[in-house]
């Protein structure tokens, strides 16, 4: 069931990647989680983007002088990620089970992707595992008191039945001026369409309140430090530590561990990663690591 889901989301993303707004979109995360990573806190540090789609929100990170890694469960997002960020990591995997040891970035973010798993309680224990103590999680979720809620529940079970690709450009139009307001640009017929793609025909999405989210941080020695409301509340966008102190003077380097042993770190040669303990082979494809276990 859990499997049939995250295809599901999978091809979805594929054929409806989530929107790239360019310069401004890039510029507005930016300056957005300044807040919740500083300057000083990012430089040359080990960040995951877990769910990054095409890569605008950790672009803006890189430009601070962070290094990414981003993973993401759509491949076609991850081909155009590429392309925008050329000095990221890029592997192909699942929230759900991320190929790394425990411990194994400075910092992590996950914007607007636990809530479209099959689990999203269990996305978020993975993105604190793998966050070092003393790191900062910053995770973007749907509000569960929201309209938006509502909304999802009405109109989704209706929508699926209706291909979104059969959507006419005018319907599609007539989001324009809540786009414009929501994000401040414009987007053309293909961004409008995976917008509403994600918003309204997603397979999955999931709502969450503030006191569940923090439940789930406590289960994992996570302390929330601060919460922004989203958009007309329709999201909440959390700060958490991981409680433990911070080794400033270690420079994180990627480890791969084996999905099919547990094993690490991964042997790493011109075709990919080998697990030395299982002989599992993660194969390189175009840049990209190939960790979607099968
Ligand atoms: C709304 S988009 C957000 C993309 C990006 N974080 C951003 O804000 O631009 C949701 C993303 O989550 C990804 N996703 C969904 N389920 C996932 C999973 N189980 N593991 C990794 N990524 C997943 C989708 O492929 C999609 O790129
Ligand atoms: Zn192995």
Redesign the pocket.
Known sequence: MQKEL?EK??SH?DDF???EGGTNRITWWREYLRDFLPDQEIDDRLII??????G??SRGLIDRGARLLC????LR?LLRCRQINQSAQVIH????ELPFPNDSFDHAI????LH??PDCRR?FHEVSRVTAPGGTIVI?LYNYWSIYNLIYHTFNPVLKKIQLNRIPCWVLRLLQPFVKSHLGQRLNDEQLRNLLG?KLWTPQATFHSISEVREWGLEVGLTLVSIRKFFLSYANVFRFVKQGLHNEFYRREMILKCLKCGNFPMIRHHLGYTCGQCGHIYSLDGGIINCISS
Do not use: C, N, R
């Open positions: 995250l989301t999978k993303y990647p989530f929107i983007d877990v769910g990054s789609g095409v605008e929100i993973l993401d469960i759509s997002s995997g699942s929230a759900l996950s914007i607007g992707v479209h798993t996305g973007f994600d």
